[in-house]
Structure formats: structure tokens, C-alpha cells
């Protein structure tokens, strides 16, 4: 009987898991580590891009630009970040840019919060990086 629900417990939990194509576009930082992002001035707001495609990753830190690349073949929920690298201007304030770098090596799940939000999280399910879609202008 353990079995049993264990393994429909398993079956369950993946059918909500999010699909890897949930996490393409551009995405806005909006928390890291349970503090919402406000970037020092002059700074930008940090953003991810996923292009689920190509298994490519890039984006702004709040001060530099980063990529790398994820594996598009992960299970549902996973996210299996490779290296990323950075580049390595020197800004005023730093300290965005470092709990970011730090919270993404971190990061090894997603999961859908809602049509527009996105939570990256730990080994432990616990979130880590909160995204927002970021709106493009219109032409």
C-alpha cells in the first residue's frame, strides 16, 4: 500500500511540475532570497532570458551582463543551469549584482506561481529567485 502512494504521490507531483517551455522570455528579478529587488541608482533591473530553443540563458545582474546555458531535455520542474559567466565591470554598488550570481548557482527547480510569475528555487523547493515576464513595448 506504501508503494501505491508513493508512487501516486510521484505522479501527482510531476503532472503540476512546469514544463522547461514555461520558462521562455524575458524575465525581471523581482526577489532574491525573499527581498524584493531594488536596483541602486543607475543600475538596471536584473532580467533573465531563456531561450528554451537553444538552451542559452542571458541577462543583466543589476551591473553586468551574464549567460550560459540550461539543458532543455530536464525533467518538468528541473532546472540544470551549466556555467554561467559574467562580465566584470565595476559599478558603484555591488550588492545586487552578488546575492544574484549567488542565488543562481544556487538554483535547481522552477515552478509557476501564476500567469506572469515564475520562482526559481533550491534542491529543497524553496524559493530562491522570483521572476516577473517582463512586458515588451509594442511597435
Known sequence: MTV?????????SSKNA???STLGGTWNIIEVNGSAVVPASGQEFPFLTFD????????????????????????????SLGALVSTRMACMDMTLEN????????????????????ALSGANG????VLQKKKMPRM
Request: hydrophobic share 40%; charged share 20%.
Open 52 to 79: 528554451v530553443t537553444e538552451g542559452r540563458v542571458s541577462g543583466n545582474t543589476g551591473c553586468n551582463r551574464v549567460s550560459g546555458s540550461f539543458d532543455t531535455k530536464a525533467k518538468a520542474g528541473t532546472l
Open 126 to 129: 524553496k524559493s530562491i529567485i
Open 18 to 20: 512546469a514544463a522547461i
Open 4 to 12: 501505491v502512494m508513493v508512487a501516486l504521490s510521484s505522479c501527482g
Open 99 to 118: 546575492k544574484v550570481l549567488a542565488a543562481l548557482n544556487e538554483v535547481e527547480k522552477f515552478k509557476k506561481l501564476s500567469d506572469n510569475t515564475m
